[in-house]
């Protein structure tokens, strides 16, 4: 009974002061609305320049970082580092093919990338971007590498537009989109991965989730009108299913957000009606998604059930292996050390704690049957009873959990991170809550809190203009040149010299480089979301195991391997976190490791395969034989016909 008292009261009190605001002379709102468009029209005028501004950018800072236009089409390819190649192979398949739906149909009987496999590339990979990419790209007639990067820039540019509108949205002011911006690109290492690996998944997948946290901000807004409320709800039903399609980890996500807007719904801080309209949008989202993506059964699992189901499916290798990943490993000091130089973490804590005391403050009246206004006034002082601005609170509070747990996971928080300090400083009803907390009185809060809005955040930009933007020209200015011929002479040693049908084993990462730039079919693929495909990469690493001639054989035979890539900088890898060296981990699966007083040794009565080979006598050279090999890589042959010589 309590609970409808309270919404009952609480919808008679917004219509009352509807009524009132429908009441006002036309000659008030007339004025106020030429106003409002006017600044409307310049913020979105700045928000898209602030997009096509940091995507030149980008493609500048990606030009000379790796002296792409002067390359050859090879070296081009092998910049796509960390395995990412992967997804750039399969766009070239796509416009090799005679049309589009013949390249699609053979993606999803693909034969040639796993040997002795045939997967569906569409679903085991999301390859919707590239599918998506090579279709437009046949109505143009730039090169396809161009073209294909220049998507993802483009993508970027979406991606802090829908930051800029977020925060202008949460705020009222586009100043704080500005600076959400610029604290964007300050912290770009810890805000995205694109100048590392351009076709990663998360590159295209995170622009469509911030458009969507944008939509659900305006939606969740109680001063927003009905037109406006049915657009952010389309926007967000829309983005909400490509973001699920083009990740593999969207789900999960959405699930954290899912759990945000749970905690809003609990404490009655939303209306029903909005509540029921968003999970429409997510059951229909995962509908859609799970029939584009032919029945992905992971799509319609708990996301914690999957964890916990991928956990006891993985043996010790394949589990030590995944956390020992650069993204599942706590974020060093330096992390918020450079938020702190940039300014955005003392800001960001003091938004947070106010904003955070202001929503405690909320939930305990609501407990207490106390209504909540529906349209706040600047002088109520209480920023924490507008259901965006909570909603944030807890989004923030969610992924910086995960992201102090996780270093992979602070692409998804520090971005919002930029957007929500922007925001605090330069909304005047946090400045008024405050304000409202200390009753001031020798000046009027409204006047103060608004003046505080404008002159912090014109102090904060004007420190970072003068600190950071000389920094930014310089790395447009001074790039060292990335080359790397081991590589280049390895892959065209393998286009000239291999047969076209050969099978090729090694890591994961140079596995991905192989069948870009070659086409080769290999035994594993730069993909941890697959337990088959993590398996086969824990079976390919034995080659740095201290296993016999005989056992290596076996296993490569039995993923009928004809050539098998060994890397100096694995096999002799040095580094002060030895338990995460993948010679390591293999040792300890193997149960050839020894711990004394916290050190590990290893031992076993073979020696180091990866080494042993490279000493050309019996058994090894029974079983292979060395056809190339350079400063970093030795490729041996896998010998159909074992010869016995000793």
Same mark, same amino acid.
């Given at each position: ?6 919404r009952?009261t609480?919808? #008679?009190?917004?219509? =009352? ?68 190649? %992967? ?52 109505? &143009? ?27 202008w ?36 997948a ?14 969740l ?10 657009f952010?709800? #389309? ?14 980890h ?105 904003c ?19 349209? %706040? ?22 992924f ?51 003046? %505080? ?62 069948k ?6 290999? &035994? ?35 993923? =009928? ?14 580094? #002060? ?9 293999l ?5 050839h ?17 990866c ?36």
């Open positions: 009974m309590t609970e409808l008292r309270c009952k609480e919808t #008679l009190e917004g219509d =009352k002061e509807e009524e009132e605001r429908q009441n006002e002379p036309a000659l008030h709102s007339e004025p106020g609305f030429i106003q409002r468009l006017v600044r409307v029209f310049f913020g979105c005028l700045a928000a898209v320049a602030c997009g096509m501004l940091y995507a030149v950018y980008l493609s500048t800072y990606h030009d000379r970082k790796f002296w792409f236009s002067t390359r050859q089409e090879l070296e081009r390819e092998i910049t796509f580092q960390a395995g990412s190649g %992967l997804y750039y192979y399969y766009y070239k398949h796509m416009l090799a093919a005679p049309s589009f739906e013949r390249g699609f149909y053979e993606l999803t009987i693909d034969n040639k990338t796993v040997s002795g496999q045939t997967i569906n590339a569409v679903e085991r990979l999301f390859l919707y971007p590239e599918l998506i990419t090579s279709f437009i790209y046949r109505a &143009t007639d730039i090169q396809p590498i161009y073209f294909y990067i220049g998507a993802v820039f483009g993508l970027q540019a979406v991606y802090v537009t829908a930051l800029f509108v977020c925060s949205v949460l705020s009222g002011t586009w100043v704080s989109g500005m600076l959400t911006v610029a604290w964007f690109v300050i912290n770009r290492p810890d805000t995205t991965r694109v100048d590392h690996a351009i076709p990663l998944r998360d590159n295209w995170l622009p469509y989730f911030s458009c969507q946290v944008t939509a659900l901000t305006g939606f807004s109680n001063n927003i009108s009905s037109a406006t409320e049915m952010c709800y #389309l926007a967000m039903s829309a983005t909400t299913f490509t973001f699920l399609l083009v990740w593999e969207s789900h999960y996500v959405l699930f954290i957000q899912g759990l945000c807007l749970f905690l809003l719904d609990s404490f009655d801080l939303v209306p029903s009606r909005k509540m029921a309209d968003i999970h429409k949008v997510y059951l229909s989202s995962l509908f859609l998604a799970y029939l584009f993506q032919f029945q992905n059964p992971a799509l319609l699992s708990s996301p914690l059930l999957s964890l916990l189901i991928g956990s006891v499916l993985a043996s010790d290798f394949v589990t030590n292996f995944l956390l020992c990943q650069e993204s599942f490993q706590t974020p060093g000091q330096d992390l918020f050390l450079r938020l702190t130089q940039a300014s955005v973490l003392p800001f960001y804590f003091l938004v947070l704690s106010i955070l005391l202001s929503t405690l403050q909320t939930i305990y009246r609501r407990l207490s049957g106390q209504p909540i206004k529906t349209n %706040l006034r600047l002088e109520d002082g209480q920023i924490g009873e507008q259901p965006e601005v909570v909603y944030h609170v807890f989004h923030t509070l969610f910086g959990g995960l992201a102090l747990l996780f270093d992979g996971l602070k692409f998804l928080w520090t971005p919002y991170v930029c957007m929500f300090t922007a925001f605090g400083v330069c909304s005047p009803e946090l400045w008024m809550t405050v304000f409202k907390w200390l009753k001031l009185k020798s000046i009027h809060p409204v006047v103060l809190s608004l003046i %505080l809005s404008t002159a912090v955040p014109t102090i904060i930009g004007f420190s970072l203009w003068r600190e950071y933007c000389p920094r930014v020209l310089a790395e447009l200015s001074d790039l060292p040149e990335f080359y790397d011929p081991d590589t280049i002479e390895l892959i065209s040693w393998i286009k000239s010299q291999a047969p076209v049908a050969a099978v090729f084993a090694g890591s994961p990462q140079m596995l991905g480089k192989v870009l730039c070659s086409g080769s079919a290999v &035994t594993s693929l730069p993909l941890y979301s697959d337990i088959n495909l993590l398996r086969r990469t824990e079976d390919n690493y034995q080659i740095y195991a201290m296993r016999s001639a005989e056992d290596i054989y076996k296993i490569l035979t039995s993923q =009928k391997t004809n050539y098998v890539i060994i890397e100096d900088s694995i096999c002799n890898e040095l580094s #002060l976190n030895k338990g995460c060296r993948i010679k390591d981990l040792d300890i699966s193997n149960g490791a020894v711990y004394d007083k916290g050190e590990i040794y290893s031992f076993s009565k073979h020696g180091r395969f080494h042993e080979i490279k000493m050309n006598y019996s058994p090894y050279t029974n079983y292979f034989t060395r056809v190339f090999w350079n400063r970093s890589y030795h490729v041996y042959k896998v010998n159909s016909v074992i010869s016995f010589q000793y």
